[in-house]
């Protein structure tokens, strides 16, 4: 997802750093511009646009079957996209719970024994403090809830999801040098806005100006969990931009976790 917004504003500084840099994003047009442009405002010219969309299956395995083929290193994995919009993917789940959770468990599963193989490596979801308001029941996992806030409840089930999918991904890899931190960027004005439903656009649009983050301060924390030294120990937590903190008691269920892996497991076909 670095085409706009947090994931951009990530790639341009890892950019700056020297690294090499695939932007995994859904349109190619703006995938290609972004690319460029960073390779512009860099002078680094190893920043390359594969296209990805998360919200169909078949797309994140074609990706990553292209990017192990052409790819021999892989030591950062930003999962970064996301939707609040409502609706329904072409593989029968709900857009928010595919596009923020189902397709980034699916890529990092398929890219796994490639961040294993290049340790130390990590491993970021962009999570959200929205996760307090998330409601996880793993026999009804990819459908979407139902009520007048449907499309909000299925964004913060999204969010839950990412802070414990951080969870248990770091512990079943520990003792493999792949460590996982979950992250919530804090109120940031992108283009997830463009998904508010049209009543609240003219109260949300305004205060996002006046009172949330720019893109580049919100990827200052998820900057931070790919790069900083020492944080290892810290793997599978959450951090906002004060450092880790506890997230919201269901972000802290070890059986959920568990429950929330072994269905999405199933429902990607694993």
Request: some cysteine; proline content about 5%; glycine content about 8%.
């Amino acid at each position: 997802g670095g085409s706009s917004g947090i994931g951009a504003a990530a790639a341009l500084e890892l950019a700056r750093c020297g690294a090499r840099v695939i932007l995994a994003t859904r349109s190619a047009r703006r995938g290609e511009a972004a690319a460029s442009r960073i390779r512009r405002e860099t002078g680094n010219n190893q920043v390359l646009f594969m296209h990805l969309d998360l919200a169909s299956l078949r797309s994140v395995r074609a990706f990553a079957s292209t990017f192990l083929h052409q790819e021999p290193q892989l030591h950062l994995l930003i999962n970064n996209a996301g939707v609040s919009a409502g609706g329904t993917t072409e593989d029968g789940f709900s857009l928010p719970f595919q596009v923020n959770h189902l397709g980034h468990f699916l890529l990092t599963q398929l890219l796994l024994e490639r961040l294993r193989s290049c340790a130390p490596s990590r491993v970021v979801i962009v999570a959200s403090s929205a996760h307090c308001a998330g409601r996880l029941r793993p026999e009804t996992l990819g459908r979407p809830p139902s009520g007048l806030f449907s499309a909000f409840q299925d964004y913060c089930d999204s969010k839950l999801a990412n802070v414990l999918h951080a969870r248990e991904l770091a512990t079943r890899e520990q003792g493999t040098q792949v460590t996982c931190y979950a992250v919530h960027p804090g109120f940031v004005n992108t283009s997830l806005f463009r998904h508010a439903p049209l009543w609240l656009k003219p109260l949300l649009l305004p205060l996002a100006w006046l009172l949330f983050l720019d893109a580049s301060e919100g990827a200052q924390v998820v900057l931070d969990c790919a790069t900083q030294d020492g944080l290892e120990p810290l793997s599978g937590r959450y951090f906002t931009d004060c450092g880790p903190r506890l997230p919201w008691p269901a972000g802290r269920d070890d059986r959920l976790a568990r429950a929330l892996w072994e269905g999405s497991e199933r429902l990607v076909g694993l």
